[in-house]
């Protein structure tokens, strides 16, 4: 089984277009200031972020905050935005987790339109996540001869 290597919390928060966290014990106060504890080393784990060079509860704190932000809103993990980064795709702080997970699977980053397209024929149903897909699946199901039901969703 393959390990996965753990996007440095450092690259994580220029990844995601945020400011950097404190690096001196200084720029933390009271509890800020303490070891990194381990209910954050495991919440870091989960969110596939490196924290063996992170000293602080404070900059746990923040790289979370940025972390759970994202998951609530639906966007880019850690490990997508590396990636997508490293293929030269712009924007990656902005694309949303099927966006990613849509251009990681080998499609064109433009052709993404932020919908799913639900196809049924007889029993069969498919789905396409871009117009371009969308429409060759129309095509082939189309050929078919027989009704093809079509229904647009918002990915």
């Not at 995601?16 to 001196?24: C, H, L, W, Y």
């Not at 994202?70 to 590396?82: D, I, K, N, S, V």
């Not at 433009?110 to 069969?124: A, K, L, V, W």
Request: one cysteine or more; aromatic letters at 10%.
């Amino acid at each position: 089984m393959a390990t996965k290597t753990k996007v440095n919390f450092n690259e994580f928060m220029q990844l995601a277009n945020e400011k950097p966290v404190g690096k001196r014990e200084k720029e933390f106060k009271g509890g800020r200031a303490l070891e990194i504890t381990e209910k954050q080393k495991a919440a870091l784990h989960k969110f596939g972020i490196g924290y063996s060079s992170m000293h602080w509860r404070g900059q746990a704190s923040d790289v979370l905050d940025v972390a759970f932000r994202r998951a609530g809103e639906h966007l880019a993990t850690a490990a997508q935005m590396r990636v997508l980064s490293k293929m030269g795709v712009s924007c990656v702080h902005k694309r949303t987790f099927k966006e990613a997970a849509f251009i990681l699977n080998g499609n064109d980053p433009d052709s993404y339109d932020g919908f799913t397209y639900i196809f049924r024929c007889e029993g069969e149903e498919r789905e396409a996540h871009s117009r371009k897909q969308a429409d060759a699946v129309f095509q082939e199901l189309r050929a078919s001869g027989k009704p093809v039901q079509v229904k647009r969703v918002e990915a």
